[in-house]
């Protein structure tokens, strides 16, 4: 099992910038890929970023491109993403996730197999 814990989502204006912690726990950290996903009110999770477990290649999905950048400290056990130029539409729960390697690019939903409980961020026009 391995437990994760967000931290620092809150409230931003537009244009601002916000930096999105996820603590593990349990399994050793540096043997899981992770990612970061997004779910709006009334709309479904939706992929934000994924990192592998080195930390050398990252995902984006097009709508963060240039704007969000996932990084990872795997002597901290943990995982970042950090966000600038937010706007309303980033509004969401953030979660991060992790999963065991996988030799493909599928970012969905299922293929992770770790939750934490996610950070809101609220970005205001």
């Known amino acids: 099992q391995v437990q994760l814990v967000e931290s620092g989502g809150g409230l931003v204006q537009a244009g601002g910038s916000l930096r999105l912690s996820c603590a593990a726990s349990?399994?050793?950290?540096?043997?899981?890929?992770m990612g970061w996903f997004r779910q709006a009110p009334g709309k479904e999770r939706e992929f934000v970023a994924h990192?592998?477990?080195?930390?050398?290649?990252?995902y984006y999905a097009d709508s963060v491109k240039g704007r969000f950048t996932i990084s990872r400290d795997n002597a901290k056990n943990s995982v970042y993403l950090q966000m600038i130029s937010l706007k309303p539409e980033d509004t969401g729960i953030y979660y991060c996730?992790?999963?065991?390697?996988?030799?493909?690019?599928?970012?969905?939903?299922?293929?992770?197999?770790?939750w934490g409980q996610g950070t809101q961020v609220t970005v205001s026009s």
């Open positions: 990192i592998t477990r080195s930390g050398i290649t990252t």
């Open positions: 996730a992790a999963r065991r390697p996988v030799s493909n690019t599928d970012f969905s939903v299922k293929s992770y197999d770790y």
């Open positions: 349990g399994r050793p950290f540096s043997n899981y890929a």
